[in-house]
Every structure is written in C-alpha cells, then in structure tokens.
C-alpha cells in the first residue's frame, strides 16, 4: 500500500507546527526568586543554565497531531494497493430464468448497470459481449465470476470477448428467433423497352436469382411501375432512370443498370474480375445506389460471370452483411488475456475529517479541563 497526494502543497500548511511550540514556550510558569536575610552569608554559587521545558506536553501533542492531520487533509492523500475483497458474482443475460445464487455470491443481471437479480429482468440491446468488458472491468482482479446465456446466444459484437479472468461459462439452451435471419433479395426486371433483350442476359440474372433463394427470376414489371421496397430493381433500358424509379431509389433502395446510359456520373468501381477490370461501378442516388455492369451480361464481355462466387459478391455488394448476432455460445466463451483493471485508488478523507474532529475535541476537553485550571 502507498501514499500519494493529489495536492503536495498543502503540506506547506506544516509550518504551523511552530505556532503552539511558541504558544507552550511563551506561557511557561515563571518563579519569583525570594530572598532570605540569612541567605545573603551563603557562599554565591554559579546560577545553573535554563533548559527548555514545555508545560502539559500531552496536549501540546494533542495540538500537534490536530495541526499534522490538518495539512495532511489539505493536501488530498489517496491510497493505493489497498486489498478489495469481493464476493463471487453470478450474472444472467436477460431472456433466461433467474438462477440459484449460491450463499455468499453477488447475483445480478447482464445489463446495463447489472441490477441484482431480485429486480425484474430488464431489456436491452446493448451486445452481451460488450457488457461482459465492461463488468470485467468494474469487477476486482480475483473476483470469481460465473456467467449464464442462452444457447445460441444472441447479442454479439463481431469480436469475441478478451476478459482480464478466466470464467465459469455456463450456456443455457433457448430456441432461436426467426426474426434474426434474413432473406436474399429479390430481382424484379423494369419494363422499359430492353437495351439488349437477348436470352443470355435472362439466362445469368436468372441463375443470379437462383443461387441467393432457389427462385426462379420473376416476370417482369408493367410500364413504368416500380419494385416493391426492399427489392432490386434491374433497368433494362437504354434511356436514363424514368422519374419513378429515381424517386424510387432515392428512398433508399438499389438497382441493377444495364446500360451506362442510365445515370450521368461516372461512379466509383466497386467489383473488378481476376485481372483488376471494374466489371460492376457504383453510383450514388440519394440514399439508394444505383450498381451498373460496364459491359453486356454475357460471359465474353464480362469475364467475372465465369466465378462460381460472383452471386455471393454482387449480393455483398447490393446488401453487405452485418457483424453476425447469433452464434453457438460454446464459441463465445471468453478469452483470456486482457488487460487487468485498474484498481481505483481509495480516498482516507472522510476517515482524516473524523480522526480531525476527534483530536480537536481532546484538545478542547484538555485545554478546559478542571485538573488544568487547578494545576496552574
């Protein structure tokens, strides 16, 4: 355990130490000499030297520590390495059934502000795994930590936890909500008059269709309708985007073009085959995008048709996949390694304002007292 101080010059407060010295040195007892006429025959001796002597040395000690503690309070002392002792915790993701806590354990939730378990389960969407960091690092170095989620466990960040301490993992079996998969979009053809209606084009957007959902291409759209939101419009024309469908893509949503007639801007290469070729350039349109192929959907002019994962890339590319929210929680289980927290050094300013009181109240009781009064 060390000591360090916030405000060093408040030690400078020290110096009035001399002030009750003085105080005691100024009110010593001074004895009037008396003579005897008999004296006057006594053979003169040498007058023996003073020595300084302090009257009720106890409470000049009393008034020294009062001044010392004084000091030292000003200059804002702060402990550290001081021992924290802490009971195990026990933490539950929210969804789960409260556990049995075993005597002597901390029992709380995995949540934002980990409330005690006794409190009704709260809801959050903060990921579990970011919270399981944040408690590794509130909690004290050694403290036992047991951590209790569902299996498969939602809630994850796209890294999985490092924490300070090794944990008892214990995953829970909980079935998996549909709502977190997602279904591949799907192509719906504009029905402009074609720039290149030929049977090859159809043929690859139809295999495209197949391979993100196993559907066949859907017919196409009556004049200038547009897709349905959430949908990928493919514009077959070579006119510029009708009014209908730039609105409709303003709002947010993605097109196909294959034409370079269909927007003005140049736009910015985001798919380039084995040789480096742009084989797919992306333009911006509000808050959608408009994806234009840079050549003719056939495997001669576009090379890139010919990777078995040009489906998967062009999907990338329309919807890119977020960090995965789901896993196995066996697979999440939390890694060792991080950086232990800091422990947070302890403040003895309240403990120094009592011991202050308490001194001052000895000297007050001393300075008054009857036994005083009488001696002097």
């Keep these: 355990m060390s000591l360090s101080l916030l405000f060093p010059m408040g030690l400078l407060a020290l110096a009035s130490l001399l002030v009750p010295l003085l ?12 003579e005897f ?25 009393v008034r020294l520590l009062l001044l010392a503690a004084l000091a030292l309070l000003l200059a804002r002392p702060l402990l550290h390495g001081a021992p924290v002792q802490a009971s195990p915790w026990v933490v539950v993701a929210p969804g789960l059934d409260p556990v049995t806590v075993p005597e002597g354990s901390e029992g709380r939730w995995l949540a934002p502000g980990f409330p005690p378990l006794q409190e009704t389960a709260p809801g959050t969407t903060q990921p579990l795994a970011s919270l399981l960091r944040e408690l590794d690092q509130q909690l004290p170095s050694g403290t036992a930590l047991t951590v209790y989620v569902p299996d498969p466990m939602p809630g994850l960040d796209g890294e999985r936890p490092r924490l300070s301490r090794a944990v008892e993992w214990r995953p829970v079996a909980a079935p998996i909500n549909a709502a977190t998969s997602t279904a591949a979009p799907r192509l719906r053809l504009s029905g402009a008059a074609p720039a290149t209606d030929d049977a ?7 295999a495209v269709q197949r391979a993100w959902n196993a559907q066949p291409l859907s017919t196409p759209l009556d004049g200038d309708a547009v897709p349905a939101n959430g949908e990928t ?11 209908a469908w730039r609105t409709w893509v303003e709002a947010g949503n993605s097109v196909l073009a294959l034409s370079a007639t269909a927007v003005a801007d140049k736009g910015t290469p985001i798919l380039t085959d084995s040789e480096g070729k742009p084989a797919l350039v992306r333009h911006a349109l509000g808050r959608g995008q408009v994806l234009r192929f840079t050549a003719a959907l056939n495997t001669d002019a ?17 919807h890119p996949a977020a960090a995965p929210r789901i896993a196995p929680a066996a697979t999440q289980r939390p890694l060792t390694g991080a950086a232990a927290p800091v422990v947070q050094p302890r403040d003895p300013g309240p403990w120094l304002l009592i011991a202050i009181l308490c001194l001052f109240a000895l000297e007050r009781w001393m300075a008054t007292s009857r036994r005083r009064g009488a001696g002097a």
């Design 37 to 61: 006429a008999a004296l006057r025959w006594l053979r003169a001796k040498a007058r023996p030297r003073q020595r300084i002597r302090f009257d009720e040395w106890p409470l000049l000690l």
């Design 200 to 206: 090859q084009t159809l043929r690859v957007l139809d």
């Design 302 to 318: 576009l090379p890139i048709l010919h990777d078995p994962a040009f489906p998967r890339r062009l999907l990338e590319q329309l």
């Design 233 to 243: 419009g493919v514009w077959r024309s070579d006119a510029p985007l009708s009014e």
């Design 23 to 34: 105080i005691h040195l100024a009110r010593r007892h001074h004895y009037a000499p008396l």
